[in-house]
């Protein structure tokens, strides 16, 4: 079966899975910008931050996700996008502090 990819809203049920890639992403930053990025010492993003963040009326989180044959149907998270649905005044209006 050629890759078989679903992008949909992300849901509370995605929060071990999305947070895996969050992971990948996190380290990669912190490997590559040492001084500014460190390990927390509690996980990242708690399940309520997630539920707020994938709930919230200022963003919406899609994920990608894969067909796994070997798990029978499972799709796995591969990728996420999260989308601010707010959008904030640019630099340069007038009541935007510099």
Not at 48 to 69: D, H, I, K, M, P
Request: proline letters at 10%; aromatic letters at 10%.
């Amino acid at each position: 079966m050629p890759d078989t990819f679903t992008i949909r809203p992300a849901t509370n049920c995605d929060h071990a899975a999305l947070c895996a890639l969050f992971e990948q992403m996190d380290e990669l930053h912190r490997a590559h910008l040492p001084w500014r990025f460190r390990k927390p010492p509690t996980p990242a993003r708690s399940e309520s931050y997630f539920e707020a963040l994938v709930q919230g009326a200022e963003s919406t989180v899609l994920g990608v996700y894969q067909f796994n044959e070997a798990a029978r149907g499972f799709h796995e998270a591969v990728g996420y996008a999260p989308i601010p649905t707010r959008l904030r005044k640019p630099l340069g209006s007038p009541d935007v502090d510099r």
